[in-house]
Nanobody, 124 residues
């Protein structure tokens, strides 16, 4: 089973960009679909996007479509979330998660392994 560590969060002005990284330990990273989720204060955790084990399939929440992009590098055991045109409503703790399913999904309960999260704050 992999272990996940997110990084790259921080404070950015509205309209700016951030790139989050999620590093995985273990030799089975390439077997997992990977998802990104976020949770804002007082709100439930929500799906942001996901990518299949080989990067061929990606999926995004409507709220981030066209602004966020997910990629992965299996040789580096890493998955990335490029966030552009950030808005104050994107402020949240962002989590990466791993799922053994071949096709990435948006249901958080299907993901087996979670990172500790990284804070993203977008100021207006």
């Amino acid at each position: 089973q992999v272990q996940l560590v997110e990084s790259g969060g921080g404070l950015v002005q509205a309209g700016g960009s951030l790139r989050l990284s999620c590093a995985a330990s273990g030799r089975t990273f390439s077997l997992y679909s990977m998802g990104w989720f976020r949770q804002a204060p007082g709100k439930e955790r929500e799906f942001v996007g996901a990518i299949s084990w080989n990067g061929a399939i990606t999926a995004y929440a409507d709220s981030v479509k066209g602004r966020f992009s997910i990629s992965r590098d299996n040789a580096k055991n890493s998955v990335y979330l490029q966030m552009n045109s950030l808005k104050p409503e994107d402020t949240a703790v962002y989590y990466c998660a791993a799922d053994r399913a071949a096709v990435p999904g948006s249901d958080d309960y299907k993901y087996d392994v979670w990172g500790q999260g990284t804070q993203v704050t977008v100021s207006s």
